[in-house]
């Protein structure tokens, strides 16, 4: 008998073969307690792929389909005792020539002549080894794979309170003036959650996606794991579709790093009580220097309004690439790449501290090598420094603002 695909076979809802199935008028089959489930709370016996309406409630069954279904449930049925089609012997040795399990009477066949055997549970363990070989570069990706979704929930975390905190501060720059900028305000209150729900939107689309190819780690690795708990014969008779699943999940890609997701806070925040005046009186003639908290080392707080700085307590924030690891430093939420620059800084009475200017960090995560100028405060004494090519040397203030800063 010649037997269909099994996935033709399958009913769609319950996804397994085909159980007393019945037809109905678009030509679709199902299950029968499938399609009543479906239909219980539904007005319309609409079909489950088509949308199809059908007319009746009682669809007649499909005769045909269900005796194919036996016949594969049967069939299977004979598979899994492990019994010689041709000669109802059990299988105990397995013809290299031919990679398939035999019985005894099978190797003294014609069909078999001058072929090498060797007893089944042999070829089965060696057969097993190689699966598990296979399969241990499946788990340490699934492994990655977990540890960036982590990740991504982080930051989905830690992205709602970012907007939240975020908003609150709009709302509050914006009391002070509401009643002549409230057309601004909620221009800004919108921009900011539309950048938080598309952020959003892209994080969970990415996330989504990483569970995608997860899912398909994971039942790939369930089922070679079952498929390795199942008899020789079995595993034997499944062994290159096993290897070959596994060979086609090792192609998937590596997770790209859970990089972005985050606000801009200040694209937001940034200057807000400037613009403010500036639309009321026209008259602000200097600009703040904007933090960035997306890069600002794990010690540091910075203030509501983006502003300033104080050393802290250990923070706990989401591991990001623009985060600085090893300075304890901040950046600013705009650069420049010409021209001179001014800025008037209240450092308090701290006793040390730093401030200057640094060429774009490309590594965050380590010791810069070069590409900062600094005036710095530290141990009651004041200093210009920079370093080039991994060393630190002292510059006159002179050096300092003629040289690398203009």
């Given at each position: 008998?010649?037997?269909?695909?099994?996935?033709?076979?399958?009913?769609?809802?319950?996804?397994?073969?085909?159980?007393?199935?019945?037809?109905?008028?678009?030509?679709?089959?199902?299950?029968?307690?499938?399609?009543?489930?479906?239909?219980?709370?539904?007005?319309?016996?609409?079909?489950?792929?088509?949308?199809?309406v059908s007319q009746t409630r009682q669809p007649p069954r499909n005769l045909a389909l269900r005796n194919l279904c036996e016949a594969i449930v049967s069939r299977k049925e004979n598979d899994s005792e492990g019994l010689c089609r041709l000669h109802s012997e059990k299988f105990k040795l397995f013809c290299l020539d031919h990679q398939e399990p035999v019985c005894v009477i099978c190797r003294d066949s014609k069909a078999h002549n001058n072929h090498r055997f060797r007893p089944i549970d042999e070829v089965a363990q060696e057969s097993k080894k190689k699966v598990q070989m296979l399969l241990l570069p499946l788990q340490k990706k699934l492994k990655l794979f977990e540890e960036v979704k982590e990740q991504f929930e982080e930051k989905e975390?830690?992205?709602?309170?970012?907007?939240?905190?975020?908003?609150?501060?709009?709302?509050?720059?914006?009391?002070?003036?509401?009643?002549?900028?409230?057309?601004?305000?909620?221009?800004?209150?919108?921009?900011?959650?539309?950048?938080?729900?598309?952020?959003?939107?892209?994080?969970?689309?990415?996330?989504?996606?990483?569970?995608?190819?997860?899912?398909?780690?994971?039942?790939?690795?369930?089922?070679?794991?079952?498929?390795?708990?199942?008899?020789?014969?079995?595993?034997?008779?499944?062994?290159?579709?096993?290897?070959?699943?596994?060979?086609?999940?090792?192609?998937?890609?590596?997770?790209?790093?859970?990089?972005?997701?985050?606000?801009?806070?200040?694209?937001?925040?940034?200057?807000?009580?400037?613009?403010?005046?500036?639309?009321?009186?026209?008259?602000?003639?200097?600009?703040?220097?904007?933090?960035?908290?997306?890069?600002?080392?794990?010690?540091?707080?910075?203030?509501?309004?983006?502003?300033?700085?104080?050393?802290?307590?250990?923070?706990?924030?989401?591991?990001?690439?623009?985060?600085?690891?090893?300075?304890?430093?901040?950046?600013?939420?705009?650069?420049?790449?010409?021209?001179?620059?001014?800025?008037?800084?209240?450092?308090?009475?701290?006793?040390?501290?730093?401030?200057?200017?640094?060429?774009?960090?490309?590594?965050?995560?380590?010791?810069?090598?070069?590409?900062?100028?600094?005036?710095?405060?530290?141990?009651?004494?004041?200093?210009?420094?920079?370093?080039?090519?991994?060393?630190?040397?002292?510059?006159?203030?002179?050096?300092?603002?003629?040289?690398?800063?203009?």
């Open positions: 008998m010649a037997f269909r695909p099994e996935e033709d076979l399958t009913c769609s809802i319950c996804h397994d073969i085909f159980k007393d199935p019945v037809v109905l008028s678009c030509s679709h089959s199902f299950c029968n307690d499938c399609v009543k489930s479906w239909w219980w709370d539904k007005q319309q016996c609409e079909c489950p792929v088509c949308k199809t975390n830690y992205l709602k309170t970012q907007a939240e905190h975020t908003e609150a501060q709009i709302k509050d720059e914006f009391k002070k003036l509401y009643q002549f900028l409230q057309k601004e305000e909620k221009k800004r209150i919108a921009a900011l959650r539309n950048k938080a729900k598309m952020n959003k939107k892209w994080l969970r689309c990415d996330s989504d996606d990483l569970s995608r190819r997860m899912a398909l780690l994971s039942e790939t690795i369930r089922v070679t794991e079952e498929e390795l708990k199942a008899e020789n014969v079995i595993f034997l008779q499944n062994y290159k579709t096993a290897v070959k699943n596994i060979q086609q999940c090792s192609l998937l890609d590596d997770p790209p790093p859970c990089f972005g997701y985050l606000l801009n806070v200040a694209e937001h925040l940034g200057n807000l009580a400037s613009l403010i005046w500036t639309e009321i009186e026209k008259t602000i003639s200097c600009t703040p220097v904007v933090l960035n908290p997306n890069t600002a080392h794990q010690h540091l707080t910075i203030s509501a309004d983006l502003t300033s700085l104080r050393y802290s307590r250990r923070q706990k924030v989401p591991k990001i690439l623009e985060r600085i690891d090893y300075y304890r430093c901040v950046l600013g939420s705009e650069g420049f790449d010409s021209g001179s620059h001014i800025w008037d800084v209240e450092v308090g009475d701290g006793c040390h501290w730093g401030l200057g200017v640094a060429a774009w960090l490309a590594y965050r995560k380590k010791d810069i090598k070069s590409g900062l100028w600094i005036i710095k405060f530290e141990r009651n004494e004041y200093s210009a420094v920079s370093q080039q090519n991994e060393q630190w040397r002292k510059i006159s203030p002179e050096d300092f603002t003629n040289k690398w800063l203009n």
